[in-house]
């Protein structure tokens, strides 16, 4: 065996130590987990040898650098932190009948046809059974500690499925529907758990076009809690939407351009202040980024009901109208372009319903009325949606216009009106 000198002993450590710096050590960095390497190259660091050819910082292993949202980011931020955890997603479920193929030989076995055609075997249909099945899908939020959650009504039309409700933290619960409101695309659902984290409801008279607002909701039906953040692109629309087998027109909506997708109708349209300020309700096919959401002063109304009555109680006024446009306004001599004319139906209906709140205010055929508690009635903000503002019970001022005949000379009152409930 041969002999080395001390020289030619230490030349070779020399050697291996410089191929290890160089090759095996960063080589094995490289594989280690990603939560481990800075750590390792902070122990090579502190060795005296190896800290003169192996550096942490070349390698860039450690992002010292945090960064932190603020000023306006930091808003949008707080505010989808602050609502998240109210916001649900709800997953509608039904039984679907399971259909298979089977094959039959349209001649059975008579052996005079099977001479000819021999053993033909045609495609037939048949239902073997139920199974159940996700048949669609959408968003909501939780407005009161104990369960009760605000969505669409055309998210829970289906009066025979049966509906999840999936938290923010992954809990599952089986929903109950306890209303859809008869008039706008609202329900409210009720699940039965506990000390549930309830979204702020905020004024939906003060948005203004050019706010900043934020969608969150059940995109796609797929990808819960999404956000996405644009601004209020305008106010008081009318739209005709369609879902869940509906065809309504709503009014009074919202637009924005933040991301309304399926899947989203039902969750809560917020301000910087993570207040709800809408509900979302449509999108238009085909536009870039046109959505629509239901004022949450408009249904305000509706959580108090439920929560009071356990029902929703619809306020009624009693009158038969037509909306007054320019051409109506026309054809009838009249003094206003908005309003509306309290006038008998096509079959010669009464124009006002006897002993109705609007009788007993003292209201007549022929009366425009053309405010409803201080708010104008026009074609953007008809009388419908002006009552459904209001409770069973409350007294409303209505400012009217009376042709006074046969003088023909027209004038301006107040009157006042208790609503009643809708039976």
Known sequence: MK???????????VVSSLITVFFVVPLSVYYLPLGKQAAFSDFLQ?????????QHNNLNLKNTETYTPSGYESQIVNAIKMASPAVVSIVVSKDVP???QYYVNPFGNDPFFRQFFGDVQI????????????????????VSSDGLILTNKHVVSDTKAEYTVFTNDGKKYSAKVLARDSIADVAILKIDAPRLSAIKLGNSDEVTVG??????????????????????SG??????????????????VIQTDASINPGNSGGPLLNLKGEVVGINTAMVSGAQSIGFAIPINQVKRIISDIINFGKIKTPFLGVRYIAITSSVQDSKKLPFD??????????????????????KAGLKEGDIILEFGDRKIDLDHPLISRINLYSVGDNIKMKIWRNDLPAQAGKTMNLEVTLAEKS
Not at 123 to 142: A, I, N
Not at 235 to 252: F, K, N, P, Q, V
Not at 352 to 358: G, M, T, Y
């Open 235 to 252: 106010l008081s629309r009318s739209i005709t939407a369609s879902g869940g087998g509906l065809t309504e027109t709503i009014y009074d």
């Open 211 to 232: 706010q900043t607002s934020i969608v969150i909701g059940n995109a796609l039906g797929e990808f819960r809690n999404t956000a996405s953040v644009g601004v209020i």
């Open 46 to 54: 502190n060795l005296p040898f190896f800290n003169q050819f192996y």
């Open 123 to 142: 495609p037939q249909l048949r239902q073997k059974g139920f199974k159940k099945e996700d048949v669609g899908g959408g968003s909501g939020f939780v």
């Open 338 to 359: 908005y309003g509306v004319l309290v006038t008998k139906g096509d079959n010669n209906e009464p124009a006002v319903l006897p002993d109705s709140p609007a009788a």
């Open 98 to 100: 399971i259909v298979e």
């Open 3 to 13: 002999s080395y000198s001390l020289s030619e002993l230490i030349l070779v450590a």
